[in-house]
């Protein structure tokens, strides 16, 4: 079954704790984003790969860090630095050519302890 | 800011009703994307526009583009029960692949 598949799906923080967020995909895409999403409000971009071994920041990259060290598997780490982790993360991927769409994860929701 | 904005930000309709919901954005793009979200989980993709097309039909769903007003609406026909959701709207835009999301339309179709 392809998809991407995020886990897990709750997470808890410590204050001073770093987390790691994991998204595998078996659709063979290159391209792969890390989204935060947060009550009533659309999607705002983390961090990008357009290819293995590359990645770029989004619009609020600070307190996250990503890899890119194969290209099923691109996890954040959401660290001690993010003082509002706080909000539900969306993994997706696409093929990287132009006019395709995005495939989304079911998400994992973070929560401070 | 964000880069699409969709209207209303809520809507309410009775089960076989059609539903409107409309995006507007700001520069020019290469293609929109109209996603939904049902409450919990992952966006689900239903249409891509390019920005030479005017409208685009799958199934139910009825989307138009008017590049010159920067806008477009999604058309959900014969609305059932199963449709209510959180719609977005998205536009890649540049030379790189970036979408923008826009805030939603959250719909609830009543019984």
């Known amino acids: 079954d392809g998809g991407i598949t995020q886990s897990p799906k709750y997470l808890f923080r410590k204050e001073g704790q770093n987390v790691t967020l994991s998204c595998e995909q078996n659709l063979n895409h290159d391209a792969m984003y890390w989204y935060r999403q947060d009550p009533g409000q659309g999607l705002r971009l983390i961090y990008y790969?357009?290819?293995?071994?590359?990645?770029q920041k989004g619009d609020i990259a600070e307190g996250y860090s990503v890899s890119r060290e194969k290209k099923e598997s691109f996890p954040l780490t959401v660290t001690s630095a993010q003082k509002n982790p706080t909000a539900f993360y969306l993994c997706a991927a696409e093929g990287g050519y132009s006019n395709q769409p995005q495939h989304f994860g079911d998400g994992t929701r973070l929560s401070i302890l | 800011s964000q880069q699409g904005e969709e209207d209303p930000q809520a809507l309410s309709i009775q089960e076989g009703e059609n539903a409107t919901m409309n995006c507007s954005y700001k520069?020019?793009?290469?293609?929109l994307q109209w996603y939904r979200q049902n409450s919990g989980r992952g966006l689900v993709h239903l249409i891509l526009i390019r920005s030479n097309e005017r409208e685009k039909h799958s199934g139910r769903l009825r989307v138009t583009l008017d590049t010159s007003k920067k806008s477009s609406s999604l058309l959900i026909t014969a609305s059932r029960a199963a449709d209510t959701a959180s719609y977005f709207c998205?536009?890649?835009?540049?030379?790189?692949?970036?979408?923008?999301f826009g805030t939603g339309t959250k719909l609830q179709v009543i019984p």
């Open positions: 790969s357009q290819i293995v071994n590359d990645f």
């Open positions: 998205a536009t890649l835009t540049g030379g790189y692949q970036k979408v923008t």
């Open positions: 520069t020019s793009i290469n293609n």
